[in-house]
């Protein structure tokens, strides 16, 4: 069986949904709302010049999950996926993801967003297997720590690689990944079909450059 790996944000959906969350945050005054905004915004745009601090973005991104109560983030989750998600949810997306399941294909995504926020959104599209960055939780409340390998650029080969030793069924299969983010770059090095989607600029260059296809998931292009 051969294996589709798809990025999440801004590649299967329209826009990225771990800023979209803190600007959820900020919008319900669930967080202080200038420090707050400020930060997410700055953390963002390190993100998308591919700079970020990993560790100091998670500190930030997670603390709310354990300011709150696990009932009033499940509210939370479920207003964000109805008033947010479904905002900028891409049809052209569901199809791709059905072709390859037709052709028989485990499908995955990896994602650095956090597992809290992206999980909902897995589920949705139907996915195989999910690999995030993953909150800590003890006794079933999150701690604002993460746990393990953050699923960000060089993360992401590192926990891939970690899936299919557990799973050696998919260690010879063929391998596609599709995403937006010059910060992907070391995992489309790895796979047989790199597949660069709505790209970023530097992403975009590094495609033409190297001849790996670009495609377009928005409905208006």
Same mark, same amino acid.
């Given at each position: 069986? &051969?294996?589709a790996?798809?990025?999440?944000? $801004? ?18 005054e669930h967080v202080d709302?200038?420090r707050?905004?400020?930060?997410n915004?700055r953390?963002?745009?390190d ?12 500190e930030?991104a997670? @603390? ?6 696990r009932?009033?983030?499940? $509210?939370?989750?479920?207003?964000f ?13 569901e @199809?791709?993801?059905?072709r ?5 294909h &485990? ?6 967003? $956090?597992r809290f926020v ?5 589920a949705r599209l ?5 690999l995030a960055?993953e909150?800590? @939780? ?10 393990g390998?953050?699923c ?8 891939l690689h970690?899936?299919?030793a557990h799973n050696?069924?998919?260690g ?11 910060n ?6 790895q796979?047989?079909h ?5 790209p970023?600029a530097?992403?975009?260059? @590094? ?8 495609i377009?998931?928005?409905e208006?292009q």
């Amino acid at each position: 069986m &051969h294996l589709a790996i798809f990025d999440l944000d $801004n590649t299967l959906i329209g826009g990225d949904s771990d800023h979209a969350w803190g600007e959820f945050l900020v919008e319900r005054e669930h967080v202080d709302v200038d420090r707050y905004r400020s930060a997410n915004d700055r953390f963002y745009q390190d993100y998308q010049r591919g700079e970020l601090d990993i560790f100091a973005y998670l500190e930030f991104a997670l @603390e709310p999950l354990a300011q709150l109560s696990r009932g009033q983030l499940e $509210n939370l989750q479920q207003e964000f996926m109805r008033e947010v998600i479904s905002e900028i949810w891409l049809p052209r997306a569901e @199809e791709l993801i059905s072709r390859h399941r037709r052709d028989g294909h &485990h499908i995955m995504i990896i994602t650095a967003t $956090n597992r809290f926020v992206v999980e909902p959104i897995a589920a949705r599209l139907g996915v195989d297997t999910l690999l995030a960055t993953e909150p800590e @939780e003890v006794r079933g409340q999150f701690t604002g720590r993460v746990t393990g390998e953050p699923c960000y650029q060089g993360g992401k080969v590192v926990r891939l690689h970690q899936w299919l030793a557990h799973n050696p069924e998919f260690g010879s299969s063929e391998k596609w990944f599709y995403s937006d983010s010059i910060n992907d770059l070391p995992l489309l090095q790895q796979v047989e079909h790199p597949v660069a989607v709505d790209p970023d600029a530097r992403l975009r260059a @590094e495609a033409e450059a190297r001849g790996w296809p670009v495609i377009s998931l928005r409905e208006s292009q």
